[in-house]
Nanobody, 125 residues
Framework: QVQLVESGGGLVQAGDSLRLSCAASGRTFSVYDMGWFRQAPGKEREFVAAITRNRNTYYADSVKGRFTISRDNAKNTVYLQMNSLKPEDTAVYYC???????????????????WGQGTQVTVSS
């Protein structure tokens, strides 16, 4: 069991940067594959980025080259550095963890066993 708490969201202007953090409880954070998803009003939750326990990374095409996912296992934290933000990045951003025996497909919502409560990111034009 792991609990996830996101932070770092806010209101910024287009072109600005933000860094989201997701702090995980528990002592076995290093064995979890971690992901970030987002959900805009009226839209389905979509994959943003993932980092595996082996530090392999995956990105949605829409954020590739602008966002960077990283993890600090000593701090039980995963980060999402977001640069060159656009109004279409506006959404609630969710952190997720995969730590079960189910098949892990980084881009798939259903692969993740645990979710945070989300943090709002709003980008004005």
């Amino acid at each position: 069991q792991v609990q996830l708490v996101e932070s770092g969201g806010g209101l910024v202007q287009a072109g600005d940067s933000l860094r989201l953090s997701c702090a995980a409880s528990g002592r076995t954070f290093s064995v979890y594959d971690m992901g970030w998803f987002r959900q805009a009003p009226g839209k389905e939750r979509e994959f943003v980025a993932a980092i595996t326990r082996n530090r392999n990374t995956y990105y949605a095409d829409s954020v590739k080259g602008r966002f960077t996912i990283s993890r600090d296992n000593a701090k039980n934290t995963v980060y999402l550095q977001m640069n060159s933000l656009k109004p279409e990045d506006t959404a609630v951003y969710y952190c997720a963890a995969h730590g079960g025996s189910n098949l892990y497909i980084p881009r798939h919502f259903s692969s993740y066993n645990y979710w945070g409560q989300g943090t709002q990111v709003t980008v004005s034009s």
